[in-house]
């Protein structure tokens, strides 16, 4: 009996240790014009930062080692009180695989110039979504919702918005701390904006653009690039339907820029009338990046 029970234990050992967390985390902290900094503190916020995001189970679904979720934190501390109070900005980056390639599409680049917050050498950070511990653990908690979410978007229709809620609350909490970022009259441009936009019915049409973009022409391509460049040609009108007032907003503005020459590339593969077609529809849905939209121009 007790080796019947013993196995039963390596078994579950076995089966939980086959899975893993959502994200796969890099971290790169750096002070590089902060010349009173102790290094050692760097690299210890470092790891700690790296902890949080990689240990933390953010979903109660089940991902496969090679499942978790790519994304880069490179966080430049930019001044520090010589205690436990650091200014500081950080470039958020995520991305997931093409289907039959070895090739990552990037899904986020972003760059958060509020990512102030507060360290002590030795403290634990922790980790709640119903109460403000810190600002540095809500600023990775949001980040790495935002990150799942918008991956789950890229596999399913609007399938991130469970994550942007959660997003969202880890955001209503930290407004009380004071720190910038975190309300809508800190900036257009800031944490604030961001879930409100992926959460916006006005971004609607962007989000499931997302999913057919991903799922239905980058995941294609390599099994038939001709028929994916006509499925994103077919998928590019509904951008339309977005107001274009809106268009500056910090969803569509990150989301274009960082997705601007993938698109090119993809539409360059098609005939010379599906570039112009391309051109034409990009043109009138993202004026701010036409400057790259021009090469379909001259191919």
């Not at 750096?30 to 760097?42: D, F, H, M, R, T």
């Not at 950070?125 to 890229?154: M, P, R, V």
């Not at 991903?214 to 339309?240: C, F, I």
């Not at 090119?264 to 077609?277: A, F, R």
């Amino acid at each position: 009996m007790k080796k019947t029970l013993t196995l039963i234990h390596l078994f579950l050992l076995f089966v939980i240790s086959g899975y893993a967390q959502e994200l796969n985390a890099r971290v790169q902290v750096i002070a590089p014009k902060v010349s009173n900094i102790n290094k050692a503190n760097v690299d210890l916020i470092q790891s700690t930062i790296r902890n949080y995001l990689n240990n933390n189970k953010w979903s109660n679904q089940r991902y496969q080692p090679q499942e978790r979720i790519e994304c880069n934190f490179v966080i430049t501390i930019t001044a520090w009180d010589g205690s436990s109070a650091y200014k500081a900005e950080a470039q958020i980056q995520t991305s997931r695989p093409v289907y039959g390639t070895s090739y990552n599409t990037t899904l986020l680049n972003l760059s958060d110039k509020d990512f102030d917050f507060n360290y002590n050498e030795g403290q634990p950070l922790d980790f709640s979504d119903q109460n403000y511990l810190s600002n540095l653990s809500s600023l990775l908690s949001y980040y790495a919702y935002t990150i799942i979410g918008l991956d789950k978007d890229s596999f399913s229709k609007l399938g991130g918005t469970p994550y942007y809620l959660k997003a969202q609350t880890i955001l209503n909490i930290a407004q009380v701390s004071g720190n910038s970022g975190w309300k809508a009259y800190d900036g257009l441009r800031n944490r604030y904006w961001l879930n409100e936009n992926l959460l916006n019915k006005s971004f609607q049409e962007l989000r499931v653009f997302i999913y057919n973009y991903h799922l239905n022409t980058l995941d294609r391509l390599q099994a038939d690039p001709a028929k994916a460049t006509k499925l994103m040609l077919g998928y590019l009108p509904e951008l339309k339907l977005m107001d274009k007032q809106k268009l500056g907003s910090i969803f569509p503005n990150v989301y274009f820029a960082t997705k601007a020459e993938e698109i090119v590339n993809i539409l360059s593969m098609g005939t010379s009338q599906d570039k112009i077609e391309g051109y034409n529809l990009l043109n009138d849905i993202d004026p701010a990046n036409l400057s790259k939209y021009d090469a379909l121009k001259k191919n």
